[in-house]
């Protein structure tokens, strides 16, 4: 590659910022619910989303350029197939989430996390670890478990498919967010009994959110409180997804060996979490690696043999893994005892 060409090419890596921004805009004032249904003009736009017509006309004139709207001979603008994936969804509520204020302004404290990587950057922004400043702004938090519902949601139904619950009695889902996962479980295995355990003030709101659906709210047992001083016990089975990535090794390892404590002889620690990969190649794996780092500070993506190795201090060992939806693995984990075959 020329001088010339690598510049240009680091250039259009720092436009990253501009882009992502202008698509977080975008599903802010849901410009692409607003054209799903017909073509509008700048001025029409502008009237239903509440915008001034000139600014709104140079996002606009950016997310052509980015190929997720078209302009028509008759100035009217469409959506493309690209745009449509912003129509409300879980790729809104990601942009929505990936552009809100307390997820965004941690970055740029990076360069001195990297230094010194005693306080997060998020730690260092707002004031408070990642879960606590969640549990003081309502608004942060909904926005939060929006985001990893909706993915959880197809993750649930792959979860389901992948492993066999039926000879189970009772799981229980460590830091089981809003109850996604366990809806979808008892809706495919009437006889399983569920609990979900979260924090106080998300437990709260998983509360409002299961009783809306009356007939899955007496089949799933919620518990509030902190998982580094317990868990409910005892479980044929306990999940922990996308909860060990957001911790560093020391208190990863607590948690499994409480699970462990609390598990029946022939029970399963189930994980679901994204495997970094060896290399140093571009998967979203790594970037994600970055998130946690930003955000909490000492969670990580780890890698296979870095999840063997800490199910091997907890007393477990990893019993089998599959793939659930791209780059996301189920790892079955046994205790050491009865744990048949290796994967
Ligand atoms: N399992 C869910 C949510 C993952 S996000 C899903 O995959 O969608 C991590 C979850 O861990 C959040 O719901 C958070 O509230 C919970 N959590 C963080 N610290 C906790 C603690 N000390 N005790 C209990 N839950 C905790």
């Known amino acids: 590659m020329s001088e010339q060409e690598s510049q240009e090419q680091l250039l259009h890596l720092l436009s990253g910022k501009w882009v992502t921004a202008a698509i977080a805009a975008a599903a802010e004032l849901g410009i692409a619910d607003q054209l799903a249904a017909l073509p509008l003009t700048a001025a029409e736009l502008a009237t239903r989303c509440k915008a001034d017509e000139r600014a709104l006309k140079r996002l606009l004139r950016v ?119 366990l809806t979808e479980l008892t ?67 607590r948690l499994l060996r409480a699970c462990r404590a609390g598990l029946r002889a022939d029970g399963y620690v189930l994980i679901v979490e994204s495997l970094r990969l060896p290399g140093n190649v571009r998967d979203a794996t790594a970037l994600m690696d970055l998130e946690m780092l930003v955000l909490c500070g000492g969670g990580y993506e780890r890698s296979k043999p870095e999840f063997r190795r800490l199910l091997g201090q907890a007393g477990l060992r990893l019993h089998a893994t599959r793939v659930l939806v791209a780059g996301v693995r189920l790892m079955v984990a046994t205790p050491r005892a009865h744990a048949a075959s290796e994967a």
């Open 187 to 253: 809706q495919r295995y009437p006889a399983l009994r569920c609990v979900l355990y979260d924090r106080p003030p998300v437990i709260e709101q998983a509360r409002r959110v299961l009783s809306a659906a009356p007939h899955v709210e007496p089949r799933i047992e919620v518990v509030a409180g902190d998982f580094f001083s317990g868990v409910p016990a005892p479980a044929d089975a306990y999940l922990l997804k996308h909860v060990l990535h957001n911790w560093d090794d020391e208190h990863a390892l």
């Open 63 to 181: 997310l052509c350029g980015e190929g997720l709207l078209e302009l028509d001979e008759n100035a009217r603008y469409h959506l493309t197939e690209l745009g449509r994936q912003l129509c409300d969804g879980e790729l809104r509520t990601l942009a929505r989430f990936v552009g809100a204020p307390f997820m965004w302004n941690p970055w740029p404290a990076l360069a001195a996390q990297v230094q010194d990587p005693s306080r997060s950057a998020f730690e260092r922004t707002h004031g408070s670890a990642l879960f606590e400043y969640l549990d003081a702004d309502r608004h942060a938090a909904s926005l939060y478990h929006a985001a990893a519902d909706e993915f959880t949601r197809r993750q649930a139904r792959a979860l389901c498919d992948a492993f066999d619950f039926s000879p189970l009695e009772r799981i229980v889902d460590i830091g089981g967010g809003l109850g996604t996962v």
